[in-house]
């Protein structure tokens, strides 16, 4: 048996399973990536508020805890691929961005998470901005959502898949890292269409629209828990982009219904 490259995530805990750090370990298994977590924080949805969010950080001191154990236990030639989910505070931001300019990973997947499904925009500005001067500038992959994309590139509205391309440029102009920006079911056409930049290429990456109006929940923390372990198997990064968008629509046709009223991916499809 040959030995699996390991992946870190420093993500939260979404309890029921559907987004967060249990996504990205399902997604590493499926993958033959041996995963390992620092968790950022708890969320739990209230089922008698609308499914709301009820977010409990962990102290910054477990965090670090957490990291320097991890980068103890696997050093750089074994441990090269970082992805990174939701943090949640400005003080988790400054440990984690701390962490990782301490110990260079060779890949640094952010999945820019500003404001989850059901949040209002701008609830979180000093967040938003913290993770734009912190830990943007260490990506060298991210992969912003349609709302994030706007945010990231500082655009007001994103309508069509030339504004998409256009918000993909900015954010590598900004970040130097390559950029899958997702337009999911925001722009119109029978296709989720997907922009990929890095600084030798553009494409579009496009896959039917499936969930039949449906909100499939986790699909973010899928592609990019993915685009992490395919990086970790040795793929070049838009080899990774496509293979983790073809993940993510088999885990979306295959997806769970449960009684919240989203359904999620399911990985093991
Ligand atoms: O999908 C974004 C996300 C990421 N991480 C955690 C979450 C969510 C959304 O609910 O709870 C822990």
């Known amino acids: ?19 967060g750090a249990q996504v ?7 993958h033959g990536v041996f995963g390992c977590v620092a968790l950022t924080c708890i969320v739990s949805f209230d089922p008698q508020a609308d499914w709301g969010h009820r977010f409990v950080p962990v102290d910054a001191g477990v965090i ?3 990291l320097e154990v991890i980068t103890t236990a696997y050093g750089p030639e074994q441990l090269e691929v970082v992805k990174i989910g939701m943090l949640g505070t400005p003080v988790t931001i400054e ?5 990782l300019r301490e110990r260079a990973f060779g890949q640094v997947v952010l999945d820019p998470v500003l404001i989850c499904k059901g949040q209002e925009p701008g609830a979180a500005l000093d967040t938003d901005n913290a993770l734009k001067e912190h830990v943007l500038p260490l990506a060298t992959f991210v992969t912003p959502n349609h709302f994030e994309s706007m945010s990231l ?4 509205s994103i309508e069509t898949v030339e504004d998409l391309t256009e918000a993909a440029r900015r954010i590598h102009e900004r ?3 390559a950029v899958l920006a997702k337009g999911g079911v ?9 922009v990929y930049v890095d600084a030798y290429r553009t494409e579009i990456l496009s896959s039917p629209k499936l969930g039949g109006g449906v909100q499939v929940a986790g699909a973010g923390c899928t592609l990019a828990a993915a685009v992490a372990a395919r990086l970790a198997l040795g793929d070049e990064p838009f080899e990774a982009a496509r293979a983790a968008k073809e993940f993510v629509t088999r885990g979306i046709e295959a997806r769970l ?3 919240a009223p989203f359904d999620v991916v399911w990985q093991g499809a």
């Open 95 to 99: 440990t984690v961005a701390g962490a």
């Open 24 to 30: 990205d370990l399902k997604t590493f298994q499926e």
């Open 1 to 19: 048996m040959q030995t699996p490259p390991v992946a870190l995530t420093i993500a939260g805990s979404e309890a029921t399973g559907g987004a």
């Open 153 to 156: 590139a500082g655009m007001e």
């Open 186 to 194: 925001h722009l119109p056409g029978d296709d989720a269409v997907d």
């Open 175 to 177: 970040s130097g890292a």
């Open 64 to 66: 670090a805890d957490q």
């Open 257 to 259: 219904s449960s009684a």
